[in-house]
């Protein structure tokens, strides 16, 4: 989705686990494995304050880049986020078979994302300019969503007519 907004909004799209990833050299799964979750976060921060300095632009963040209050607050003066929220078992339905999310290697991956969703959904809202209800629309009617709400919000659009940095939080429980 947000490949298709940054391309409507003619900005570039920034990918922070696509970047993370470059980073480290290996995937976050590997990563998570062998050096944990926490060390993990720290690369995130990192990278996230980096992606942010680059100008305009669609970033789209991992699943848990709202654990941290520095995140999220360089993400709001950053931009505007959009909450993209769907249900646990909607996140459920569409990762059910993904194997690369390192939180969702676990026995009973479903609780995990309700436990996830309990945990970050209030974080997500706290970092949030907007929240849009992510019930299985199709992609182009999410990104029709998102520029209504920009172009809704006059302070959002400076005088050159180009976008600010429109952060996309994944929903509630993506893992990681």
């Known amino acids: 989705m947000g490949r298709q907004l940054a391309r409507r909004l003619d900005i570039p799209f920034l990918d922070s686990d696509h970047a993370i990833e470059q980073r480290l050299g290996c995937s976050i799964r590997e990563y998570f494995e062998r050096q944990g979750e926490e060390r993990f976060r720290d690369i995130e921060t990192e990278v996230l304050g980096q992606l942010v300095q680059q100008g305009q632009g669609v970033l789209s963040t991992g699943g848990g880049s709202v654990l941290r209050e520095q995140n999220r607050d360089l993400l709001r003066q ?3 986020v959009f909450y993209l929220h769907a249900s646990p078992q909607e996140v459920f339905r569409r990762l059910r078979h993904d194997r690369n999310r390192p939180l969702l290697q676990v ?15 209030p974080l997500y809202r706290a970092a949030a300019h907007h929240v849009i209800e ?3 629309p199709s992609v182009g009617a999410m990104v029709q969503g998102v520029l209504q709400h ?8 400076p005088a050159n007519g180009a976008h600010p940095n429109p952060s996309l939080v994944p929903p509630a429980s993506p893992p990681h």
């Open 134 to 136: 992510n019930h299985k």
């Open 78 to 80: 950053s931009g505007q």
């Open 107 to 121: 026995a009973d991956p479903f609780k995990r994302l309700q436990d996830l969703f309990t945990l970050r959904d």
């Open 150 to 157: 920009l172009e809704r919000s006059p302070d959002t659009v």
